[in-house]
């Protein structure tokens, strides 16, 4: 028998996500690999047994000093993993909330000098210790929801020094927050108002200078670009993505989110990592995804936080045969740190089903943020991230709008609520 740190018992469903491919596609998204009357054990961080209580109990016996959790009855998910964040600003918007809410849009008050540019000047003028007292109070909200790994971007410098630092920033983040966090570099979301009128100047220094400096010192997994009118070109954009391939970084790409840009076409042309957004994208574009294998990055909730009239189209990805991954954009302009509320708005306005939703906040969100060998899923020998609901099965996550969990526990230890 294997002697283990920590005993939960008592699951009436387990819902591990374990066996299948990664990442998960149509029918095979509604797959949950559930196990009723469960158990799960964890030595040194680790998943050691997973499975019917009944078989746990025989394969381990806990060690001294180790502890035994009774779940009541409640439901066991894999660790959140939240696929698309601007976590990591300086100061908040929430003054334009009134000016969206009578009728300016985003790209209007951006065109004002405002959104994301606000967010640009007091990101900037922020010191590294305000920037981290700032945002490490976002991570930990994000993590008492449930979300153990997230994704977070740089891009409110939009200078090459700038977006360096907030690059370095994040490994001190994730120290002191106590999430996984995978880097991406954004620093092409959206030309400096300095280089207005010049914006393929900044493109060059992006490509040619700060994509080189993040690849070589290994600050970024990923490369990502906003390709939309008014921010960069479908050429522009390409340019960027294969630099950073040239570099061996992954690729992503912000799509198709507040009118056509042709962003899909482009993801699925060069086999991009993820697409994210997509509100836009036709039906063809989403085929074409579909064939290359790109897994759409849905952020049901920004178009909410937006005043949007439109949705996610998720029903439409799962249904073209899209592997589908669910983040919440938290940032100043989407204000949502709850992967719980992001399924539900994935099931109530992109339609996909409670199953799917949870897929796509799990094992295909991890596999968006190249995670999947330590996240997304519940089996021996991976990291035990997961998440305890009071709750009798894991469809009633998403049903149930905001969701909170009894207990959140990472690699093997209660982090959240604190006991």
Same mark, same amino acid.
């Given at each position: ?5 920590? #005993? ?22 509604? +797959? ?19 499975? $019917? ?30 696929? !698309?964040? !601007? ?5 908040? /918007? ?5 000016? =969206? ?13 405002g959104g994301l540019y606000r967010t640009v000047r007091l990101t900037r003028r922020a010191t590294k210790p305000q920037l981290l007292r700032e945002t490490v109070p976002r991570l930990r909200r994000m993590l008492e929801a449930g979300?153990?790994?997230? +994704?977070?971007?740089?891009?409110? @410098? ?8 907030? #690059? ?8 002191r927050a106590g999430l996984d966090l995978v880097p991406t570099y954004l620093g092409a979301h959206a030309v400096p108002p300095e280089r207005a009128t010049t914006p393929d100047r900044y493109v060059d220094e992006v490509v040619e ?9 290994? *600050? ?12 960069? %070109?479908?050429?522009?954009?390409? /340019? ?6 040239? @570099?061996?970084?992954?690729? =992503?790409? !912000? ?14 042309? *060069?086999?991009?990592?993820? @697409? ?19 897994? &759409?990055?849905?952020? $049901?909730? %920004? ?6 009239? *439109? ?13 589908? &991954? #669910? ?7 989407? $204000?949502? +740190? ?5 399924? &539900? ?10 199953? +799917?939703?949870?897929? @796509? ?9 190249g995670a999947a060998d330590r996240a997304g899923t519940i089996a021996a020998g991976r990291s035990a991230d997961f998440v305890l609901f009071d709750l009798p099965s894991a469809d009633r996550i998403a049903h149930r709008i905001g969701? #909170? ?13 604190? =006991?």
């Amino acid at each position: 028998m294997t002697g283990v740190d920590l #005993l939960v018992i008592g699951i009436g469903e387990l819902a591990t996500l374990r066996t299948g491919p990664i990442p998960r596609v149509g029918s095979a998204a509604s +797959e949950l690999g559930r196990v009723q009357n469960a158990a799960l054990a964890v030595r040194n961080g680790v998943f050691a047994s997973v499975g $019917p209580e009944r078989l746990v109990r025989r394969s381990v016996h806990l060690r001294k000093g180790g502890t035994e959790v009774d779940a009541g009855g409640g439901v066991v998910v894999p660790g959140f993993v939240d696929a !698309h964040t !601007h976590v990591l600003y300086a100061g908040d /918007r929430a003054n334009e909330l009134e000016e =969206k809410i009578r009728g300016a849009t985003y790209l209007e008050i951006a065109a004002a000098g405002g959104g994301l540019y606000r967010t640009v000047r007091l990101t900037r003028r922020a010191t590294k210790p305000q920037l981290l007292r700032e945002t490490v109070p976002r991570l930990r909200r994000m993590l008492e929801a449930g979300t153990t790994t997230a +994704e977070v971007k740089s891009g409110y @410098a939009l200078t090459h020094a700038g977006e360096i630092r907030l #690059l370095e920033s994040i490994p001190l983040l994730a120290e002191r927050a106590g999430l996984d966090l995978v880097p991406t570099y954004l620093g092409a979301h959206a030309v400096p108002p300095e280089r207005a009128t010049t914006p393929d100047r900044y493109v060059d220094e992006v490509v040619e200078r700060t994509i080189p400096e993040v690849a070589r010192r290994g *600050l970024a997994q990923f490369v990502d670009v906003f390709c939309e009118p008014g921010f960069f %070109t479908p050429s522009q954009s390409e /340019r960027i993505l294969r630099a950073a391939m040239a @570099a061996h970084l992954g690729t =992503k790409i !912000h799509a198709d989110e507040f009118v056509y840009s042709g962003g899909a076409a482009l993801a699925a042309h *060069l086999a991009t990592h993820s @697409a994210e957004h997509l509100l836009t994208a036709p039906a063809d574009d989403r085929a074409k995804l579909a064939r290359a294998g790109v897994t &759409a990055v849905l952020l $049901p909730v %920004t178009p909410f936080a937006s005043m949007s009239p *439109l949705q996610s189209p998720g029903r439409e990805m799962v249904d073209a045969g899209v592997p589908v &991954a #669910l983040g919440s954009d938290v940032s100043p302009n989407s $204000p949502v +740190e709850s992967m719980p509320i992001v399924m &539900a708005h994935a099931v109530y306005s992109a339609r996909l089903t409670p199953a +799917e939703a949870l897929t @796509a906040a799990t094992v295909n969100a991890a596999h968006a943020v190249g995670a999947a060998d330590r996240a997304g899923t519940i089996a021996a020998g991976r990291s035990a991230d997961f998440v305890l609901f009071d709750l009798p099965s894991a469809d009633r996550i998403a049903h149930r709008i905001g969701s #909170l969990p009894v207990a959140i526990y990472r690699r093997g230890n209660r982090v959240s609520p604190t =006991k």
